[in-house]
Each structure stands twice: as structure tokens, then as C-alpha cells.
């Protein structure tokens, strides 16, 4: 009896599982991070605003032939400069709460952010908006779940037709002046009702990866939360993307970090010395 040809899915899952048994284990290190060196990263940070000049790199991998992931941020738009069509604030197009053009706008920059070679967008923020004088309150839907879940899924569904789309922050990041200190904390049928389901439809949308957030949730960083990382989100929810840290100092303890279900810290390489951490050619 013949076998039944394979799905696309399945011949992914098999190539996948045959470049990971060709890696050595200083290569998987090293792909737990990005590929940016941090001192030089940060100089470029600092003196040229750089996350507005090139993708931010990770996975890069020449031995294998892997391009690997290339980040640039959103939600306006892409925000390299050249030529990048700058869209209206996401709190004005959640004010207009038109499910097909935000996803016709997913589109429109995952093309874009490919024309300047990025694979990797981060341009679904769906954090709940408690305050109007948050700082980035305008990145942001707005403050129902509801809508914030129709409009985030679908310029996930927009964004996933030509590139990887990033789900931000994981979870209630919703203050900028104390985001590396502050401790929320929340009851387990708020989080479930009002902060989570959100995410949640964006993970059923096809999201392929997930920014976690600066701040704690209840006395636990949200970069290394096995609650919020590995039993919600990959067990009960079945995301099956990758999570990756908040920029900079987003994780604390790498081995809680995954442990916790934390995949890829960005942008910086930072396990060991610079020589241990680099794949090896």
C-alpha cells in the first residue's frame, strides 16, 4: 500500500528535524539569542537610532544555508527608513473597528518589511489600554478585549501571508515609567477575561511568535512565567510559534527563562564569552 504524500506541514516538521540533527550543541546555544553582538549593537542603538536603520537579526546560520529571522518593529508600519508607508496609529484604526482593511494593512507591511529584507514583524500590539497618559497608548486597539482581539488577529492573518507576525507584550503591559520594576497583580478571572483573550485569538489567528513584556505578574518576571509562558500559552492554548523577550533586558535568569518557555532573547548575544556563543562555520 502506498503511502499518502506528505502535507506541506509535515514536509516543514521533516526538514526542520533534519537541520536540527545536523547542529552542534554551541550552534543551539546560539540560537537562543540574537546575533548582534551587545556592545557594538548597543554603540549602534545609542549613536545612530539604529532600530529605524536594519532588520535586527537571529538564527543566522551560512554553514546550513539559514538566513534566519529578521526583526524590524512596527505598528505603524515598518519602521525603516526609505520609503515605508507610515499608517494611521493603531488606536484610530481600532476607532474605525474594520476587521478586513486592518488585515488588508497586515499585508501591506509584511510586503514592505520583505522589500527591505526583514521576515519578522512586530506590528500586533494588543496590550489592554487602562490609562490614556500611557506613553504608547497609541499603539494599541484600545481598552475592550473584544476589540482588541477582532482587529489583533487580523493583522496577525495579514502579516503571517508573507511574514512572521509578533504578538506584543505578554502580558499586562500597560505602563512605561515603571515597566522593569513593577509588580501587577492580577486575579485569575481578570487575567483570563480581560487580559489574555486577546492573545489568545491572535495564537488562533497563526501568529508564529510572541513578545513577552518587561514587567512582573504576580511576584514573577513575564520573560521566565512558566504559568503564563508553558501552561497557558504552549499547553492550554497549543501555540506551537516561538516566544521571544522584550528588547534589551527582557530576561532575567536564562535558565528559568527556558525552563519557563522562553525561546529567543533579543537582539543581543550575550551566553558566555563572544567566541562560545558564536555558531560555529
Not at 533534519?18 to 543551539?28: D, G, H, N, T, Y
Amino acid at each position: 500500500m502506498t503511502a499518502p504524500p506528505e502535507t506541506d506541514q509535515q514536509s516543514i516538521e521533516r526538514r526542520a528535524q533534519e537541520l536540527l540533527a545536523q547542529l552542534s550543541v554551541a550552534e543551539k546555544l546560539a540560537l537562543l539569542e540574537g546575533n548582534t553582538d551587545f556592545w557594538p549593537g548597543m554603540v549602534d542603538i545609542a549613536t545612530r537610532d539604529a532600530s529605524h536603520l536594519h532588520p535586527w537579526p537571529a538564527g543566522v546560520l551560512p554553514r546550513l544555508g539559514l538566513a534566519g529571522l529578521q526583526f524590524v518593529d512596527g505598528p505603524r508600519g515598518v519602521v525603516l527608513q526609505g520609503g515605508a508607508t507610515t499608517f494611521p496609529a493603531p488606536i484610530a484604526r481600532g476607532a474605525c473597528w474594520d476587521v478586513d482593511l486592518e488585515e488588508r494593512i497586515g499585508v501591506a507591511m509584511a510586503r514592505e518589511a520583505r522589500s527591505f529584507g526583514a521576515n519578522w514583524l512586530a506590528a500586533v500590539c494588543v496590550n489592554l489600554l487602562r490609562h490614556p497618559g500611557w506613553g504608547r497608548a497609541q499603539e494599541t486597539y484600545g481598552e475592550d478585549p473584544v476589540l482588541l482581539g477582532c482587529l489583533g488577529a487580523a493583522m496577525t492573518r495579514g502579516i503571517q501571508r508573507h511574514a512572521v507576525a509578533c504578538v506584543k507584550h505578554l502580558a499586562l503591559n500597560s505602563i512605561d515609567s515603571s515597566r522593569f520594576l513593577v509588580d501587577v497583580q492580577v486575579s485569575e478571572r481578570v487575567l483570563h477575561e480581560l487580559d489574555l483573550p486577546h492573545f489568545r485569538a491572535c495564537v488562533e489567528a497563526g501568529a508564529g511568535s510572541l513578545m513577552g513584556a518587561y514587567n512582573q505578574v504576580n511576584g514573577e518576571w513575564c520573560g521566565q512565567h512558566p504559568v503564563l509562558l508553558n501552561e497557558i500559552l504552549k499547553q492550554r492554548w497549543g501555540f506551537r510559534g516561538f516566544v521571544v523577550t522584550d528588547f534589551i533586558f527582557g530576561m532575567r535568569d536564562g535558565v528559568a527563562a527556558v525552563r519557563a518557555g522562553q525561546d529567543l532573547e533579543m537582539p543581543f548575544r550575550r551566553l558566555g564569552d563572544a567566541g562560545e556563543a558564536k555558531p560555529q562555520r
